[in-house]
């Protein structure tokens, strides 16, 4: 039985494998399509801006998803972009998809 499970484990993560490379690829093609971070585009927090500050410009979120995993990452949703920190900095602004 140690043996099938031995040789089931390594089947099974390669079989996970191209659902989670799929899901990176859509974050990055919608991070590279999204409008311009301007006026003409959609404003959204850049990159390294504290959570104090993204309060101060943009108002408090929506929803504020708790962090999780370490380094801690928290997610705060705006109606048109969500925001991703690692601990007080903002990572990524990713804007939402259009339906």
Do not use: C
């Not at 093609?29 to 999204?34: K, M, V």
């Not at 109606?79 to 007080?88: A, I, R």
């Amino acid at each position: 039985m140690k043996r099938l499970t031995a040789l089931l484990a390594p089947l099974l993560l390669l079989a996970a494998m191209p659902f989670t490379t799929s899901a990176d690829v859509l974050l990055l093609q919608a991070i590279q399509q999204a409008p311009p971070n301007n006026a003409q585009g959609i404003p959204r927090p850049r990159r390294g801006m504290t959570m104090d500050q993204v309060r101060r410009h943009f108002g408090n979120p929506g929803q504020e998803i708790p962090p999780v995993g370490e380094p801690p990452i928290t997610r705060w949703v705006y109606p048109k972009y969500t925001v991703y920190f690692e601990h007080q900095y903002v990572l990524e602004s990713v804007v939402h998809p259009r339906p």
